[in-house]
């Protein structure tokens, strides 16, 4: 008769066992922090905050050509204002908050899109944990490691060197950022690939962003970008904070222009927030 046992796996067989164990768990330790697709052709309140009051500053899109996935994407206007500021935007919070994020959207330029010299468009927020708002409105400051952290991955024509809308980089606050050039104002920070990557007005892009917050006293901060799939720029070393305060706990994704002298539209869809890499749709 023959004899029925166990069948103890091969050495091989073994590591890839535990290699397919580890990819598991980590998955499930993964948290989905938000999707978006705008389908719903609703914000909800609960979910999404906005200055957008009028049709022409935004709203949800249903022409194809400005639709990536599904019937709808949402259109932000920085509208005209005869060369003084414009913006629009939308607005989540995840409170508290999280000390890693990648945050990964769809977006289109107009094909008229021309912001001038300055603009700025998504950004990701650390405020506090117990004040969602100490990250906004702190434009020409300086971070001081306990009240706010902010960067936003953007264009820039960078004085006219690229054409519009530009060549992609992370504008960032963060406490040991260079004062600028008027000698009394702390404005963002550039932090760019060696080799541009120019964007085109008119072409649907996938960006994904990852912010990550340095342990307090120690100098282990990042932020990376990936453009349709591929990885762009990749920066360490970061001191955001020097306190378990302050978290990142907000994404907005906005259109925002210093010197407004036309519409300038972009349209946003597929949007994903979590606690690992999301990747292109």
């Known amino acids: 008769m023959e004899r029925i046992g166990l069948r103890i796996p091969a050495r091989p067989a073994l590591s890839l066992l535990l290699a397919l164990f580890l990819a598991v ?11 978006e697709d705008f ?5 909800d309140s609960t979910v999404w905050g906005t200055n957008i009051r009028s049709p022409e500053r935004g709203g949800f899109e249903t022409r194809p050509e ?8 949402f259109r932000v206007t920085a509208t005209t204002n005869g060369g003084n500021e414009s913006g629009s935007n939308i607005t989540h919070f995840f409170m508290p908050g999280q000390d890693k994020v990648y945050y990964r959207w769809y977006a289109k330029f107009a094909a008229d899109f021309n912001q001038g010299n300055l603009m700025h468009w998504c950004f990701m927020t650390a405020s506090r944990i117990d004040d969602k708002w100490s990250g906004f409105g702190k434009a020409g400051l300086r971070p001081n490691g306990t009240d706010f952290a902010v960067t936003h991955l953007e264009p820039s024509v960078a004085w006219g060197k690229y054409p519009t809308p530009g060549a992609m980089g992370f504008y960032t606050y963060w406490p040991d950022m260079k004062i600028s050039n008027d000698g009394v104002h702390y ?7 060696e080799t541009p990557l120019v964007i085109e007005r008119g072409k649907w892009y ?5 912010v990550k917050l340095n342990e307090p006293g ?3 901060g990042e932020q990376a970008f990936w453009i349709d799939g591929k990885e762009i720029y990749h920066q360490d070393g970061l001191r955001w904070r020097d306190s378990d305060v302050l978290k990142f706990n907000a994404i907005s994704l906005s259109v925002y222009i210093h010197q407004a ?5 972009c349209w946003f869809d597929d949007v994903a927030i979590g606690t690992q890499y999301i990747g292109p749709k």
């Open 206 to 210: 996938c960006f994904e962003a990852m």
């Open 218 to 220: 120690q100098a282990d």
């Open 261 to 265: 002298r036309q519409d300038n539209t």
């Open 25 to 35: 768990t980590a998955q499930m330790k993964a948290e989905v922090l938000l999707t």
């Open 39 to 43: 389908e719903a052709g609703a914000l």
């Open 187 to 193: 404005y963002g920070n550039r932090f760019e690939p």
């Open 66 to 73: 400005f639709v990536h996935g599904g019937g709808r994407s």
